[in-house]
């Protein structure tokens, strides 16, 4: 399983973003976004669950970024709006089965991508 993501870059407060993640391999029942800034642990960002059709997202990001799937194509993208400085990070995408009370960490998540760096400038 390989999981590539894209679209990362530099933008200015208020700007958009979108981020692409496509995944090689069977199709997993969540497919998620993660984010690691500077010094700090990796957080849960967003997630699309397959087994109960949901979509779950952090109280930060709630209201400015969507996530969406295509499983025909495997992948997996994160709309980001009204960015942020607070915003920048490392994002990954990330693929597995996990547990309805897991979808949000990061331990139910097996496969990993490798990343996309985001930059918000004030």
């Known amino acids: 399983v390989q999981l590539q993501a894209s679209g990362g870059g530099l933008v200015q407060t208020g700007g958009s973003l979108r981020l692409t993640c496509a995944a090689s391999?069977?199709?997993?029942?969540?497919l998620g976004w993660f984010r690691q800034a500077p010094e700090k642990e990796r957080e849960f960002v967003a997630a699309?669950?397959?087994?109960?059709?949901?979509?779950y997202y952090s109280d930060s990001v709630k209201g400015r970024f969507a996530i969406s799937r295509d499983n025909a194509k495997k992948v997996v993208y994160l709309e980001m709006n009204s960015l942020k400085p607070e915003d920048t990070a490392v994002y990954y995408c990330?693929?597995?089965?996990?547990?309805?009370?897991?979808?949000?960490?990061?331990?139910?998540?097996?496969?990993w991508g490798q990343g996309t760096e985001v930059t918000v400038s004030s």
């Open positions: 699309d669950n397959l087994g109960n059709h949901r979509k």
């Open positions: 391999g069977r199709t997993f029942r969540s």
């Open positions: 990330a693929a597995g089965d996990p547990i309805l009370s897991y979808v949000s960490r990061s331990e139910g998540y097996r496969h």
